[in-house]
């Protein structure tokens, strides 16, 4: 099977987001977290570990970088319009992230799963994340951009 490209980002259009996905949409199971910061924000988690993703965001100021729970990881959302794009932690010098599917266009995943990393220990989740997140991760700024 060929790659599965997606594509999607915030309401507003100053954070685009594109997977690069190594089976058919359909096989992936969004993981709904059970926190409060992640039910108030519509995020359901998505990842690949062979796959890419890309963060193209019009300017730096464009995305909020929010930490919370552990204090691991950095929540993307849109500085403008609030959207939780994506979470990210560098793990041995290296940025692993998963996509919030909800930010993603035409895509029919699996039904989702409720997940509770807030019961994981930090190591086991930093484990965890390494294992089950996108190993390529690309943020890019578009300079001259409105």
């Not at 993703?53 to 403008?80: I, K, P, W």
């Not at 995943?109 to 994340?129: G, I, N, T, V």
Request: glycine share 6%; charged share 25%.
């Amino acid at each position: 099977m060929s790659a599965v490209v997606l594509r999607g980002g915030c309401r507003c259009g100053a954070l685009a987001i594109e997977v690069t996905l190594t089976r058919e949409p359909a096989d992936y199971v969004p993981r709904a977290c059970d926190c409060s910061f992640c039910q108030e924000r519509d995020a359901a988690w998505l990842s690949d570990p062979q796959g890419v993703l890309r963060l193209q965001q019009r300017r730096e100021s464009a995305s909020l970088h929010l930490r919370q729970g552990s204090n691991q990881a950095d929540f993307v959302a849109c500085a403008h319009c609030g959207t939780l794009v994506m979470v990210a932690c560098e793990i041995e010098g290296r940025l692993y992230a998963a996509v919030n599917a909800h930010a993603l266009r035409d895509a029919r995943f699996a039904p989702e799963q409720p997940a509770s990393p807030q019961r994981l220990a930090p190591e086991d989740k930093r484990a965890r994340w390494r294992q089950l997140w996108f190993a390529e991760v690309c943020i890019e700024t578009t300079a001259g951009a409105a």
